[in-house]
């Protein structure tokens, strides 16, 4: 026990005279979305800057269509990262994006399509179907590694070596300019949960349901 303390004592002397790099520390906080009646946003992008994007994940990132639909209509990827388009629904779509970071359409397909898409350039790509007009997505492509979506709660966490001065929010029905807002972390610069509260129109609430599957 006693040549354990030793030990301890002495790297804490090497890390004040800088011989012994000091150990890293992770920083936690939260951040919950919310509309304007304080009901939690679902699909909310949350980007965390901090640790630039050198090597995009390996991992394959999925938008599956169903019954006439993206799902999910929202996915936050790293530049350079892959996304595949499968097909759940028992006819065929055609996914295509005029978008400036991509350009691409894909054949009229059934099932599981042919290769990946790859998105080199950070920004956002919406995504349509040439089959059904009411098919819209998008793919918020991010330079950092700390970025995600919130869920049906609203909620997303982030575990990073220090807490950013601001972060990035964006959603597709936000009314904020080019529906991004930048938001100031001071409130939780010691950890925490920032509450962030967007004014939400909801298209299919704007127009109906039934326009938007039709």
């Known amino acids: ?14 890390w004040m005279l800088g011989v012994l790099p000091l150990p890293s520390v992770a920083a936690e906080f939260a951040v919950l979305v919310v509309d304007q009646q304080g009901m939690p946003v679902a699909n909310a992008v949350i980007e965390s800057p901090g640790v630039a994007v050198t090597k995009a994940p390996m991992e394959i990132a999925i938008i599956d269509q169903v019954n006439k639909r993206f799902v999910p209509m929202v996915i936050a990827i790293q530049k350079g990262q892959s996304v595949n388009f499968p097909n759940k629904d028992n006819i065929r779509h055609h996914v295509y994006s005029f978008s400036s970071i991509k350009q691409f359409s894909t054949e009229l397909y059934a099932d599981i399509p042919g290769d990946p898409v790859i998105f080199e350039q950070s920004g956002l790509a919406v995504l349509g179907c040439n089959i059904h007009d009411s098919m819209v997505g998008y793919i918020y492509v991010s330079e950092w590694q700390n970025v995600t979506t919130s869920d049906a709660s609203g909620l997303v966490r982030f575990k990073q070596s220090a807490i950013p001065e601001e972060i990035v929010i964006w959603h597709p029905w936000s009314n904020d300019e080019d529906n991004r807002r930048t938001v100031s972390t001071a409130t ?3 950890g925490g949960t920032l509450e962030v509260q967007l004014n939400i129109t909801n298209p299919e ?7 938007l599957r039709d």
Do not use: D, N, P, Q
């Open 205 to 211: 609430r704007a127009f109906g349901f039934r326009a």
């Open 1 to 14: 026990m006693a040549s354990r303390k030793l030990i301890h004592v002495y790297a804490c002397l090497l």
């Open 188 to 190: 939780v610069s010691e």
